[in-house]
Structure formats: C-alpha cells, structure tokens
C-alpha cells in the first residue's frame, strides 16, 4: 500500500470519531414558532409561543414561553418552562422541570414530567404531565404537523388537549375537565428561518371547566382570526 492510501484510511477511520465529537459539540437555538396577533370581533390580543435550547443532541437546557395579552392592556396569561432533556431514541426525548403560570388571580407552579418528539408521518408531539404546588395533576398533549403544499406555501394544523385530574376553583377548573384547542396556519416561508402566516385558532372547554367558566360569566367556546410572524435564530 502506498503511503499516500496508508492516509487516506487514517482519515477515513478517523471520521466517526470526529463526527462524535462534533455531535458533543454545545450549541444554541432560540425561535418563536407562533408571534401573531388575533382578532375577534373588535378584540385584538398578542399570543407568542416561543422555545429556546442551549446543549448537544444527547442533552439540553430548554426556555419556553407562551400567553396572550389584550392590545393595549395587561398580559391576561403567560406560561414559562425551564426544562432538561434528553435524548431518548432517534426520534423522541425525555424532558422534565419546572412550569411557572402567571394571570390575573392566582400564580401556579407546576413540576413537568414528559417526551417530545416526531411520531410516524412525521408528526410533532409533545406530551407532559404536570402536578402543581397545590397537588393537582393535569396532563397535556400537542401535536402539530406541516404540510408542504409548494416549496414556499406551508400548511400547518395544530391540537392541543388539556385534562385535570383535579378541582382548582380558583381557576375554574374542575376535575374531569378538558380544553381543546385547534389551530390552522398558512405559511410563506420567505426563507427556512422566516415565514410570515395567516390563520386560525378555536378553543373550548368541556364538562366541570366549562360549567364553572359558564357560571363566572365566562366564555366556553371561542375563536379568532390570526395574523402572524415565525422565525429562528
């Protein structure tokens, strides 16, 4: 063997060991999935949902935040998550940590135990279950799918389903009761990392929370029309 081929298979044995490296490397992400603002009727609200990650593939330190807040108003509900997670399998990882819920009335602090991850078809799930200061467990499953309809139009729906296991009167939530959120968004990706979106959202709530709503002269149902930015960094 030459020497020049002796090298050429020292690079090529040397590959995986860099590749490995080069996986254990720590980088950064942040991105805001959803920055929109809805309107019903003659009500306008901000709504965000925002993560951002900083780890290798195998583990993470993970922000979220999400809420809405009335134009020109107070934030009515903002939600954050300090998260650790890990690699679980190719496609799904292990998370668990800390939830903070901040609205008008009382705060909410919530331990999170949960995994996230693409399913089959590529569908994005992400499932959690959460027991508060006050003892309440609730679990929460979202998933999400994009469908490429050109290379540029994206179509976007979204489910989010909420259950409690317990009563929180405070909150007007009751045991048993559930909220269903569906969501449709068009994207235009200018670029991979923005993409300007129209849409729309729907939420209602469902037996104990949606009895308890109807008697504090809440709404168990509503939707809006949206108008909306995604982007990554």
Do not use: C
Not at 26 to 36: K, R, W
Not at 52 to 68: F, I
């Amino acid at each position: 063997m030459r020497r020049t081929d002796g090298a050429a298979l020292g690079l090529l044995l040397s590959l995986p060991a860099a590749a490995m490296e080069m996986d254990d490397m720590p980088v950064g992400y942040f991105a805001f999935d959803h920055l929109e603002q809805r309107f019903d009727g003659d009500a306008q609200r901000l709504a965000w949902e925002a993560e951002g990650w900083y780890g290798t593939d195998r583990h993470k330190l993970v922000l979220k935040s999400s809420g809405e807040r009335d134009a020109g108003g107070p934030t009515e509900s903002s939600e954050t998550q300090l998260l650790y997670r890990r690699e679980a399998s190719e496609f799904f990882d292990w998370q668990a940590g800390l939830r903070h819920d901040d609205q008008p009335g009382p705060t909410r602090s919530y331990a999170v135990l949960g995994f996230k991850g693409l399913a089959p078809q590529w569908i994005e799930l992400d499932a959690n279950l959460f027991l508060s200061e006050r003892g309440d467990p609730s679990l929460r499953v979202e998933a999400e799918y994009e469908l490429l309809l050109t290379q540029r139009w994206v179509l976007e729906p979204k489910l989010e389903y909420q259950l409690a296991f317990a009563d929180d009167p405070e909150l007007h939530v009751g045991s048993g009761g559930s909220t269903l959120e569906g969501g449709l968004r068009l994207h235009y990706r200018i670029t991979p990392a923005f993409a300007p979106y129209v849409g729309y959202v729907w939420e209602r709530s469902y037996g104990r929370s949606a009895e308890w709503q109807r008697a504090a002269g809440e709404a168990d149902e509503e939707g809006a029309w949206l108008l909306g930015l995604r982007f990554w960094l």
